[in-house]
């Protein structure tokens, strides 16, 4: 990890409205890049896309925000079992730093993900991160499931789309409470809700 940042985790409750707009910008800017339509969500000092998240790993550096990434507990189902896990999403790095890697806050979060008592983590990926999400799955901590398609509902409703999205993502287990071999079968996803 880059010499002068530092992960500070913070529960949404503390968070204050010039904190919400920070984060907004640090979004922009991060997804931006990606297109004007994945920095939308974070106009108006929003700092959150889909669903909110409860927890907030933050990584701060002499520049500000450096890096992101949100927790929220629920239930999801796989295949036709109920599962409670905390969704890892809403992840990003500044830029300048893309070489800090989602490891870093998935470490920096991990003690507050033991006390929350779920048995796994669960995150989706693009398949164009593969490659970066398997270096992290080397050592055993996070398991990439494939062949699972993910159904989510959509952040705002209209009425000439669906309510539902489903998604041919790379499913991350982060094994928490339990082992892997406890994870469920399944080939789809419900996640109940909107993505984090």
Known sequence: MSSGVHWKLHWETELASS???ELASFFR???GPTGK?????FEDGRSWAGARPELRAIAYDSKGIAGHLGLLRRFIRVGETEVLVAELGLYGVR????KL?????????????????VPFAFGTVRYAMRNHIERFCRDGAANIVSGIRVESTLADVYRDCPATRTEDVLVVVV????TMSDWPSGSLIQRRGPEL
Do not use: C, Q, W
Not at 37 to 41: I, L, Q, V
Not at 95 to 98: G, I, Q, R, T
Not at 175 to 178: I, N, Q, W
């Open 29 to 31: 800017n991060t997804y």
């Open 175 to 178: 094994p928490v409470g339990r």
């Open 101 to 117: 890697g989602i490891a870093h806050s998935i470490r920096a979060m991990a003690p507050v993900v033991d006390d929350l008592g």
């Open 37 to 41: 339509f994945n920095a939308k969500p």
């Open 95 to 98: 830029p300048d730093l893309e």
């Open 19 to 21: 904190d919400h707009e």
